[in-house]
């Protein structure tokens, strides 16, 4: 008994004439994913992704794999079934093989059938019958409830071949990672960065990250955190570049020349600045933060307004709209939370004003931005940036020598 993953199409089904070009790109990330544990089909037909093992050793392996896959953005829901011939027979035997362990703990249950081959010689409420059937006489203690089982068993007749599975689960929603550009994602090290660049990837575009820090006021381990918080990001997109600037000239200058006040909107502003030219040089279209709304004093709509105003580049802010709890909800079902939460400095938190500014005024802001040379300490920043490739995968050396 063969043991396949059906992984079935969200919202590009609803895509017109450029639905080919969606499903080539989740076809190749199902690709990816499956080279890495083994030798696979991986196929699509019906607004369904196939992926089938094709030797013992992927046998072995495809439940590893369905763990993966199940982050791939663009599937509605995924699941694990069993593989028999379309015939009544095998698919009871298979039911019947197939289906204790995936019903264990189980005190009731329900059978449906779903025919998509409507040349199948029984309907679908036969098919189910003679499936809770066979599960009864193979697990006599199982009751069946239609209302509310434990578990529902599906029995899928399609093109091929016919599919059983106890259930599927929800899929990582969204649309495939790529198919809507590529945006620059500032990346600090906090709850809220990673939550907006895992919400942006979800809905298509490609994310690299920028990372400032200000050594020596922030450390080592903070650069650390953030490249594993680009690693965990790496799991719904396969490669993160994350380019590191180093702010520390640029915030002694404003601490020692500005009114404190404003250190941190005029901070921010030379990020911004050069967000755009790192963007610009990766070909990408949009910046990402992770701000909210009211957040802290930085993120007032008085403050962002200030802040944008330095950006040539839109400013996509997906956390905008939603309270700390929330994206502390996603952050935790993402798997960032953890490394988020360990304290390290971050370059916003040093050389902190003790009375920021909560409705700054352009123009006052702008004074004080006077009084810095803009041009050549961002120029000196930026000669010094630097990145790191962050891949979902190591690879081993060999085979890094031979590609
Ligand atoms: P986070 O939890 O993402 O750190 P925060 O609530 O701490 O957010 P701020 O520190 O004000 O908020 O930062 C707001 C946004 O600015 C962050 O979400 C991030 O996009 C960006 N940002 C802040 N600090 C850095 C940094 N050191 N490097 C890159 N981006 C940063
Ligand atoms: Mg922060």
Same mark, same amino acid.
């Given at each position: 008994?063969? &043991? ?19 499903? !080539? ?17 991986? @196929? ?10 094709? *030797? ?20 509605? =829901? ?26 264990? %703990?189980?005190?009731?249950? @329900? ?12 309907? !679908? ?6 499936? #809770? ?32 599975? =106890? %259930?599927? /689960? ?28 895992? +919400?942006?990837?979800? $809905?298509?575009?490609?994310? *690299? ?28 997109? #396969? ?13 002694? =200058? ?14 921010? @502003?030379?990020?911004? $600045?050069?967000?755009?030219?790192? =963007?610009? /040089? ?9 701000? !909210?709304? #009211?957040?802290?004093? !930085?993120?007032? +709509? ?14 996509? $802010? ?49 004074? &004080? ?35």
């Amino acid at each position: 008994m063969k &043991e396949v993953i059906l992984c079935k199409y969200g919202e590009i089904i609803l895509k017109g004439a450029n639905k080919a070009s969606f499903e !080539s790109k989740l076809l190749k990330e199902v690709k990816r994913r499956a080279a890495r544990y083994g030798n696979f089909s991986v @196929r699509y037909m019906q607004s369904t992704v196939y992926v089938e093992p094709l *030797d013992e050793a992927a046998e072995f392996s495809v439940r590893e794999l369905y763990g993966t896959v199940k982050h791939v953005f663009g599937f509605a =829901a995924v699941c694990l079934a069993a593989v028999c011939e379309k015939e009544i027979g095998a698919i009871c035997r298979t039911a019947a093989e197939y289906l204790p362990e995936k019903l264990r %703990g189980a005190v009731a249950f @329900r059978a449906e059938a779903k025919r998509s081959d409507k040349r199948f010689p029984m309907t !679908s409420p036969e098919v189910a019958a003679e499936v #809770g059937g066979a599960i009864l006489d193979a697990m006599p203690d199982l009751k069946v409830d239609l209302d509310h089982p434990d578990v529902t068993v599906r029995v899928e007749i399609r093109d091929k071949y016919a599919y059983i599975h =106890a %259930g599927q /689960e929800p899929g990582a929603g969204g649309i495939p990672v790529g198919t809507g550009g590529r945006g620059l994602l500032l990346l600090s090290g906090g709850i809220d960065s990673p939550v907006a660049g895992y +919400m942006m990837m979800k $809905r298509g575009l490609f994310v *690299d990250a920028v990372h400032f820090e200000s050594f020596p006021y922030t450390s080592e381990l903070a650069r650390d955190k953030v490249l594993k918080l680009a690693k965990l990001l790496t799991e719904y997109c #396969g490669m993160v570049r994350v380019h590191v600037v180093s702010l520390t000239e640029i915030q002694e =200058a404003i601490s020692s020349t500005c009114d404190e006040p404003y250190f941190t909107i005029l901070l921010r @502003r030379f990020m911004m $600045r050069l967000a755009c030219r790192i =963007a610009a /040089e990766n070909e990408a279209d949009v910046l990402i933060t992770g701000e !909210s709304l #009211g957040q802290v004093a !930085s993120q007032t +709509m008085k403050a962002m307004c200030a802040t944008e105003d330095a950006s040539t580049l839109p400013i996509f $802010r997906p956390c905008i709209g939603l309270d700390k709890d929330e994206i502390v909800r996603i952050s935790r079902a993402i798997g960032t939370y953890e490394t988020s939460i360990l304290p390290y400095e971050d370059c916003c938190t040093v050389f902190t004003p003790r009375h920021p500014k909560t409705k700054p005024e352009l123009d006052r802001v702008l004074a &004080e931005e006077k009084k810095l040379d803009v041009a050549s300490l961002e120029d000196a920043a930026f000669a010094k940036r630097y990145h790191v490739d962050v891949r979902q995968y190591e690879y081993k050396k060999e085979q890094n020598n031979a590609e």
